[in-house]
């Protein structure tokens, strides 16, 4: 499938650490719901760290309070796999909440390298952020959801807005429009920082990129084609 004919029934999402899966989830299949589309969500297990743990000196701490132990290609391969299994039970319960029909592949890549690579497998594709999202406390929670979406005069840009007014419905959250130039956004310096934003999902245009997508970026950010 090319760009030209991205798919308009499912919402892809990738991510390469369990621990933000399930706020990162919550959202997805809050969205998914709302747009009646399939989830398929793709971990990405890095490939610059199979080839770092193949160094002799590499080293990795498996808990606090343990010794370092040498890392290689084994381990890390055992880490991705507890990752995976641990992502596929937190999807099951949470889509499963949501009534959600989802998916679970992995493949080995990069976050950015991957949104490449499948740009055209759907017209929409959230990419998990640097930064964990919490998961707000129960009833006395006093902060809303924000979603963030960049404006712009292309069709592309009113599709973003769209989806992100229809998000931030679905999660009773709030909306903001960003008008800052979309690269300084994403990599999460100071035009954010300078508005006092800690938005929970970015959502933007694909097109609204002019260089590719840099590492690292704080929130997750949806790329809308």
Do not use: K
Request: aromatic share 4%; hydrophobic share 45%; charged share 20%.
């Amino acid at each position: 499938m090319n760009a030209g004919t991205a798919d308009s029934r499912r919402l892809v999402v990738l991510l390469d650490d369990a621990a933000n899966g399930i706020r990162l989830l919550e959202l997805s299949c809050a969205l998914a719901r709302t747009l009646q589309r399939e989830l398929e969500l793709v971990f990405v297990e890095d490939t610059r760290s199979l080839s770092a743990a193949t160094l002799p000196l590499a080293r990795v701490l498996p808990y606090a309070g343990t010794d370092w132990i040498p890392l290689s290609p084994q381990v890390l391969e055992q880490g991705y796999r507890a990752h995976a299994a641990r992502l596929r039970a937190i999807a099951h319960r949470i889509a499963t909440q949501h009534s959600v029909n989802w998916s679970l592949r992995i493949m080995r890549s990069d976050l950015a390298r991957a949104a490449t690579d499948l740009r055209g497998e759907s017209d929409l594709l959230l990419l998990s952020g640097t930064r964990s999202l919490a998961t707000p406390p129960g009833p006395a929670r006093v902060r809303r959801t924000m979603i963030a979406v960049t404006r712009g005069p292309s069709a592309a840009d009113a599709r973003a807005m769209d989806v992100a007014r229809q998000w931030a419905q679905a999660m009773a959250g709030m909306l903001e429009t960003l008008q800052e130039d979309a690269p300084t956004i994403l990599a999460g310096t100071r035009s954010l920082a300078l508005r006092g934003t800690r938005p929970d999902v970015l959502v933007m245009s694909r097109a609204g990129l002019s260089v590719a997508l840099p590492q690292p970026w704080t929130c997750p950010v949806l790329l809308v084609d």
